[in-house]
């Protein structure tokens, strides 16, 4: 123990760097954790979507037009803030091609308090490789 306070004494600018590496480490951790909590495999968006969830699209209108859940509704990242679904307590499930703009989105209304809300993990890709359904406009 004394060798490694005198290694600490002798080395602040090392353990210091240590102590910040371990600290960016367990922050990044902490911040990919609290972003799973709101994602959904597509098993479980499935089970959201019979509970009576609304399904919105965040894709470009030309994507959302090739093809996209059942029922769903094409909104814009920016406009998704003032959508009227998020008005009320029904369910919101988020939806992009791989998952990340959903995520990204799901994040901003979780802080904005819009806390029945969840991102499709995967996205429409990982929708479509479980052979789930879509539509085309």
Same mark, same amino acid.
């Given at each position: 123990? /004394? +060798?490694?306070? @005198?290694?600490?004494?002798? $080395?602040?600018?090392?353990?210091? %760097?240590?102590? !910040?590496?371990?600290? &960016?480490?367990?922050?990044?951790?902490?911040?990919?954790?609290?972003? %799973?909590?709101? *994602?959904?495999? =597509?098993?479980?968006?499935?089970?959201?979507?019979?509970? %009576? #969830?609304?399904?919105?699209?965040?894709?470009? &209108?030309?994507?959302?037009?090739?093809? $996209?859940?059942?029922?769903?509704? /094409?909104? &814009?990242?920016?406009?998704?803030?003032? $959508?009227?679904?998020?008005?009320?307590?029904? =369910?919101?499930?988020?939806?992009?091609?791989?998952? #990340?703009? *959903?995520?990204?989105?799901?994040?901003?209304?979780?802080? &904005?308090? $819009?806390?029945?809300?969840?991102?499709?993990?995967? %996205?429409? !890709?990982?929708?479509? +490789? @479980?052979?789930?359904?879509?539509?085309?406009?």
């Amino acid at each position: 123990m /004394n +060798q490694l306070v @005198e290694f600490a004494s002798s $080395h602040p600018l090392l353990v210091l %760097g240590v102590v !910040a590496a371990g600290l &960016a480490v367990l922050f990044n951790e902490l911040r990919i954790q609290s972003q %799973g909590l709101g *994602s959904l495999t =597509p098993a479980e968006a499935v089970q959201l979507i019979n509970s %009576g #969830a609304a399904v919105l699209d965040i894709r470009d &209108a030309n994507e959302f037009a090739n093809a $996209h859940l059942i029922d769903s509704k /094409n909104v &814009a990242p920016d406009g998704i803030a003032s $959508h009227k679904n998020l008005k009320t307590n029904k =369910p919101v499930l988020l939806v992009c091609d791989s998952g #990340a703009k *959903s995520a990204k989105a799901l994040v901003v209304l979780r802080k &904005a308090g $819009h806390a029945n809300t969840f991102s499709l993990k995967g %996205g429409l !890709a990982a929708w479509q +490789q @479980e052979n789930l359904p879509v539509e085309a406009a």
